[in-house]
Nanobody, 128 residues
Framework: QLQASGGGLVQAGGSLRLSCTVSGITFDDYVIGWFRQTPEKDREAVICLSPRDETTLNGGSVKGRFTMTTDNTRNTVYQQMNSLKPEDTGTYFC???????????????????????WGKGTLVTVSS
């Protein structure tokens, strides 16, 4: 089970931190990531984290602005979003895929079809 939180309204240039609490799976057996979606666009890969070595893969549009970490309990991941832009607006979904490391195809169109579990989304709105 995945429980996402932390969305809200922020001005452009501001920051938000999303959290995703994971239960019911073995944390290190899955990569964990975030996708986002708006009514106008297909679901877009944002960032993926491999718990085994805590490396991450970013979607190109967030590189250098978004990071992802885990906590010591190994059941919560955080997505820190800095320098937010209006185009970052969307519903953000926490998701997992059973594999050791994030796929190099993570940000390919439609890759979200490979994910095993999804949490409910959390809405992020960035005003200009």
């Amino acid at each position: 089970q995945l429980q996402a939180s932390g969305g809200g309204l922020v001005q452009a240039g501001g920051s938000l931190r999303l959290s995703c609490t994971v239960s019911g799976i073995t944390f290190d057996d899955y990569v964990i990531g975030w996708f986002r979606q708006t009514p106008e666009k297909d679901r877009e890969a944002v960032i993926c984290l491999s718990p085994r070595d805590e490396t991450t893969l970013n979607g190109g549009s967030v590189k250098g602005r978004f990071t992802m970490t885990t906590d010591n309990t190994r059941n919560t991941v955080y997505q820190q979003m800095n320098s937010l832009k209006p185009e970052d607006t969307g519903t953000y979904f926490c998701t997992t895929e059973r594999r050791d490391y994030c796929s190099g195809r993570w940000s390919s169109p439609g890759y979200y079809g490979n994910m095993n579990y999804w949490g409910k989304g959390t809405l992020v709105t960035v005003s200009s």
